[in-house]
């Protein structure tokens, strides 16, 4: 795990995914970094991202329940995973200015 | 908001765990992006959105394989596709066996276009060898020839970019004595360089120039063992042609089938350039096919500029003519694209490959046609099943998965079957080609060409009929209100496309049949029934007179005579030198024809004379004298050719004048042709018999022959098989068109049939209340059999056009060729109406004749 790297986006995607929390999954999480970051993405990038985050074993996913806005179609809640957890520390170290943004973005989430 | 049509396409590459989700998640930034956009622009939003799902991250994530594997899912699949198979066993014969001709078509279609295409694979630089051609520019065309002078190939030896060079003369009957055993043979005269230009295994022995001081040959395995069986061949000795002695210095491995270059063994240049006084003459054309290799990054365009400055230009121009251009033609060229019109790559081979490439896709395409035409009309049969299922949970998905996997396990058994057939019926398909063709089963490439195909088609005949079925509303099915003939205009369309195929390729194979049919029979300019014509050689032609004499004692033997070359096929072109005719001018330098025969040579053939006389033993001076035809008189400008003098090379007079003959086949313009008597120059005999007493002729020359002949064995060909053998190729075309028009025809009315099956089963009611209203049989059979006319007139309006398009396409090839009048086109869309007419009758009749209590009891 120590080799592995995570991309920009990787990482801003799982960065969001545990800050979130029950509320994390693909359109959600594309809207947050369109309005937090005034950042134009593409959903598939995020659903891509999202998935390739699953693979490599930082997220894990379920489904969850649909509303109107949705078409009655169900939601898939991303939560992080500890091993996920690990791997934002570790990037802790390395990337202090970030991890500062997380309670930042948690309060604004509330 | 309506589902829009690309999420629908969405649905169907997204793998399905993450469909739910993902179109949940675009709906509502749909949602949002109306109240911040509007809906137009949110709109076009989702389009992007939706599209860019459309990427390897989404796609790759389906699992295929992983979908299936729950074993009791498979194993209801399977029996369920067991069971609608066997309970309609009839329209699954009709899937099976249409599918299965078609794979098999398909199949032999694809090994002749791959033992095509792999001709000189065997060379291991295949795109290093050049042979070296010359395009020769006259005023009524360019001719293309591989003839090139004797000093061009050590020359090019010289440029850098060559690496090795050498020359070939080709002789179709060398003969080969050893002990008691004379066979004639295909020969080469060769460079021994050859050897490092092709790729030509020696079994034993050397080649090296060294050991060729003493005249050596070099054979190839199969001679090797007809002659000598398990001894050892190196240093026998071989009689060649009865004129010299040759040791065999070495055994070559045989040739493989598909090699352009064809020989039996090889004789040193040497030998040939000694007989050839103008070998050394850059003007002469004499010098046999010039080969050579290349180094690996050498440029052919620049090259071919080089060889025009080094040799072509100041050499070959001044001593023959301005009008030659060398050039490289690449060894993968030679066996598909080695034909060329006025100096350009033209047609050839090419054309019957990428034909009968076409061919194979339509008799696939309209096997699958049957299969999603039955599928689709059937699938009211099959409404409730659907209905079920969805109620029961099954999604779209599995049950689009469902639909295919049947459709693809159906094509494999097809594939079963077309196996079979293929094997069964390989000896006549080999029979046909003159090819040893054979499914190579150790070759991987065969099972995922096999594997493909199968799976293509299978999808392809799947794919609509499993997108229409699983798109039916479970409330309605299960409440019975489908609309039973759902797809029926694309079902109507599908059948149209099918038989304006067919009506195109019944078209050609109609076409192509009268055209050769047409080249077979048409008169000529001379007679070549009831003759035969073999080899002559020096102790005859020397005893000529005697043998001549002998022959004409039997009453079944007409005329004998002597000619260097095949009035069917002439080969040899002369140009004349300035002054040859009165009034030519320096720009006639116009390609003659020549033939040099006897004085009964003419007569013997039944040429017919327009003016003057044939060339008699009364005349001394005749041995000076030409015979011309027509088109040489109108090309030399000779209003009244008789008595004109004429140098060519000899100076004489024209005495005679003959009309227009054939001397090449029919795509080819008559050429010009001078006849000079020369006996002595002939090495060929042709005999005239009276007709129907052939064997009696044949039994009597043989006799004669082996007394003056004692050396070489008599092998004799018969002027009519010569002629037709020049059109091989085109017979060989006709013969598959026709097979793989009777295929598809074939398939298509199967298909028709199942269709009338299923229409009067349905409308099998409706005819018993007709019936009862006092409908005739054959009232109710017009009214099942107007449908299917009409779809069929429709096909036959739009398939003649292209079919039309097609046949003129294929006869512009011949400068004489037939054309296709009304008739073709009345007799197919006869042959169409009256086929369709008894396919949908005999169905319907049934329905139609039975009592109509029968059908209107039961509810």
């Known amino acids: 795990m120590a080799k592995e790297y995570l991309g920009e986006f990787e990482e801003l995607v799982l960065t969001l995914v545990a800050a979130l929390q ?31 985050l ?19 179609r169900r939601k898939r809640i991303f939560t992080i995973t500890s091993a996920g957890m690990a791997m934002l520390r570790a990037m802790k170290e390395t990337r202090l200015e970030l991890w500062n943004m997380v309670p930042q973005l948690k309060m604004s989430g509330l | 908001m309506g589902r829009n049509k690309w999420l629908r396409l969405l649905e169907f590459i997204c793998p399905e765990h993450l469909y739910e989700e993902i179109e949940g998640d675009l709906i509502q930034k749909f949602n949002r992006d109306v109240d911040k956009w ?59 066996s249409g599918l299965a001709v078609g794979l098999a078509c398909s199949i032999f279609i694809i090994l002749w276009v791959m033992d095509e295409v792999s001709y000189d694979d065997f060379h291991q630089n295949k795109d290093q060898v050049y042979k070296i051609m010359a395009h020769h520019t006259f005023p009524d065309g360019t001719q293309t020839y591989d003839n090139t002078p004797g000093p061009l190939a050590p020359a090019l030896k010289g ?40 790729t030509i295994p020696l ?10 001081d003493n005249n050596s040959i070099v054979i190839s395995r199969k001679v090797a063992a007809l002659y000598f069986k398990d001894e050892n061949p190196i240093g026998k000795v071989f009689r060649v042609d009865n004129t010299f002695d040759a040791k065999v210095a070495a055994v070559f491995e045989d040739l493989p089938e598909n090699s352009t270059l064809e020989f039996d063994f090889i004789i040193p240049y040497r030998i040939y350039a000694k007989t050839d006084q103008y070998n050394n003459e850059w003007g002469a054309w004499s010098g046999g096919v010039t080969y050579v290799k290349l180094h690996e990054k050498a440029k052919v365009e620049a090259l071919n500029k080089k060889i025009h400055e080094a040799f072509t230009k100041p050499n070959i121009w001044v001593r023959w003519d301005p009008n030659v251009e060398l050039f490289l033609h690449p060894m993968s060229d030679w066996r598909l694209h080695n034909n060329f019109t006025n100096g350009e790559q033209h047609g050839g081979r090419i054309t019957y490959v990428t034909t009968f490439s076409i061919v194979a896709i339509f008799i696939l395409l309209i096997a699958c046609i049957n299969f999603m035409n039955l599928a689709t009309a059937r699938s009211v049969s099959r409404a409730r099943e659907i209905g079920v299922r969805k109620v029961v949970g099954a999604g779209h998905n599995s049950l689009v998965k469902q639909f295919m996997m049947e459709s693809v396990l159906t094509a494999f058994i097809s594939l079963f079957f077309a196996l079979l057939a293929v094997h069964l019926l390989m000896p006549f398909f080999n029979e046909l080609t003159g090819k040893q063709t054979r499914i190579d089963y150790t070759n991987p490439l065969v099972y995922v060409g096999l594997l493909g195909i199968t799976v293509l088609a299978g999808l392809m005949a799947g794919s609509y009929p499993a997108v229409l079925l699983s798109s039916f509303k479970p409330v309605n ?19 149209v496309f099918q038989f304006s195929l067919s009506v195109v390729l019944i078209i050609c194979a109609i076409g192509v049949y009268q055209q050769i049919d047409y080249m077979r029979t048409k008169n000529l300019g001379f007679n070549k029934d009831d003759v035969f014509y073999f080899r002559s050689n020096a102790d005859l032609r020397k005893n000529f007179d005697a043998f001549r004499n002998q022959v004409l004692q039997n009453p079944a033997i007409k005329v004998v005579g002597q000619s260097n070359d095949n009035p069917t096929d002439l080969l040899t072109s002369i140009v004349l030198a300035d002054n040859a005719w009165p009034g030519k001018t320096k720009e006639d330098n116009i390609a003659f024809k020549s033939l040099q025969c006897d004085y009964d040579m003419l007569p013997a053939l039944g040429f017919t004379f327009v003016d003057g006389r044939n060339f008699s033993r009364e005349f001394v001076a005749d041995s000076n004298n030409y015979i011309i035809n027509e088109e040489a008189a109108r090309s030399m400008r000779l209003e009244n050719p008789i008595g004109e003098e004429l140098v060519a090379p000899r100076k004489g007079k024209i005495i005679g004048l003959i009309k227009d003959f054939h001397s090449t086949d029919l795509k080819g313009r008559i050429a010009p042709v001078i006849i000079a008597l020369r006996p002595e120059a002939t090495n060929q005999i042709f005999i005239r018999y009276e007709a129907g007493r052939l ?20 092998e004799y060909a018969f002027m009519d098989q010569t002629f037709d053998r020049q059109y091989q190729d085109e017979i060989l075309m006709s013969k598959l068109s026709t097979c793989f028009t009777v295929i598809a025809i074939f398939i298509s009315f199967l298909g028709l049939f199942g269709l009338a099956s299923f229409t009067t089963e349905k409308r099998a009611k409706e005819i018993g209340v007709r019936k009862v209203m006092g409908a005739s049989v054959t009232e109710l059979l017009s009214l099942v059999c107007n449908d299917f006319v009409k779809l069929i007139v429709l096909s036959l309006i739009l398939g003649l056009p292209v079919a039309w398009w097609a046949v003129q396409k294929f006869l512009q090839e011949y400068e004489y060729h037939t054309e296709p009048g009304v008739s073709v086109f009345l007799i197919t869309a006869f042959l169409l109406l009256f086929i369709t007419i008894v396919t949908v009758s005999c169905q319907s009749s049934r ?11 039961t509810e």
């Open chain 1, 22 to 52: 029950e509320d994390a999954y693909g359109a959600a999480i594309s809207e947050e970094i369109e309005t937090k970051f005034k950042r134009e993405v593409n959903l598939s990038a995020v659903h891509v991202t999202l998935y390739r």
């Open chain 2, 477 to 495: 099915v299960l409440k019975g209100t489908i609309a039973g003939l759902s797809g029926a205009g694309l079902r109507k369309g599908l059948v």
């Open chain 2, 695 to 714: 064997e009696e002729a044949m039994e009597y020359v043989k006799d004669v022959y082996k007394k003056l002949e004692p050396n070489f064995p008599l």
């Open chain 2, 38 to 96: 509007g809906e137009k622009k949110a709109r076009r939003r989702l389009a992007w959105h939706t599209v860019s799902f459309f990427r390897p991250g989404i796609i790759l994530r389906n699992k295929f394989s992983l979908h299936i594997p729950s074993f009791h899912m498979l194993k209801h699949f399977f029996k369920i596709f067991f069971r609608t198979s066997l309970k309609n066993s009839g329209y699954s014969f009709i899937n099976v």
């Open chain 2, 847 to 857: 329905a139609a004749l039975a009592n109509p209590v029968k059908t209107l009891r």
């Open chain 2, 159 to 198: 440029l850098p970019e060559v690496a090795e060079s050498g020359r070939i003369i080709f002789r179709n009957q060398v003969l080969l004595q050893n002990e008691n055993k004379s066979i004639y043979h295909k020969a080469v005269y060769a460079d021994s360089s050859i050897f490092k230009i092709f």
């Open chain 2, 203 to 212: 079994l034993s022995g050397t080649t090296n120039q060294s050991s060729q």
């Open chain 1, 54 to 72: 699953e693979d490599k074993g930082y997220i894990k996913s379920k489904m969850g329940g649909g509303t109107n806005e949705r078409g009655g």
